[in-house]
């Protein structure tokens, strides 16, 4: 019914920026939030930052001020602009989306995006 896909991974220098984007597509009625959560190996899955429907945002405290979350309603799509990336950051980065479907009974659950790896270089 719903599919998540993602976008905008890869390799890049500390110091450095990448924008992630995730689209959803599918037999959509709304999306309430919109996440990004990022698993480092070996560690767990942890939420870096989430967009309400209002626009109302909030982050994990180690990407203050240096990731940015916005949404796109129109196109159903979440972005991450991560700047001043980090070692740390290293991850696969997922997206998390609570989705209505145009379905009766037009419940609401939650999907995920496939991942995208972030690789930063020190």
């Known amino acids: 019914q719903v599919q998540l896909v993602e976008s905008g991974g890869g390799l890049v220098q500390a110091g450095g920026s990448l924008r992630l984007s995730c689209a959803a597509s599918?037999?959509?009625?709304?999306?309430?939030?919109m996440d990004w959560y990022r698993q480092a190996p070996g560690k767990e899955r942890e939420l870096v930052a989430g967009?309400?429907?209002?626009?109302?945002?909030n982050y994990a405290d180690s990407v203050k001020g240096r990731f940015t979350i916005s949404r796109d309603n129109a196109k159903n799509t979440v972005y991450l602009q991560m700047n001043s990336l980090k070692s740390e950051d290293t991850a696969v980065y997922y997206c998390r989306m609570y989705v209505v479907p145009r379905v009766i009974p037009y419940r609401g659950s939650e999907y995920w995006g496939q991942g995208t790896q972030v690789t930063v270089s020190s």
């Open positions: 599918g037999l959509i009625l709304t999306i309430n939030a």
């Open positions: 967009i309400d429907q209002s626009g109302v945002t």
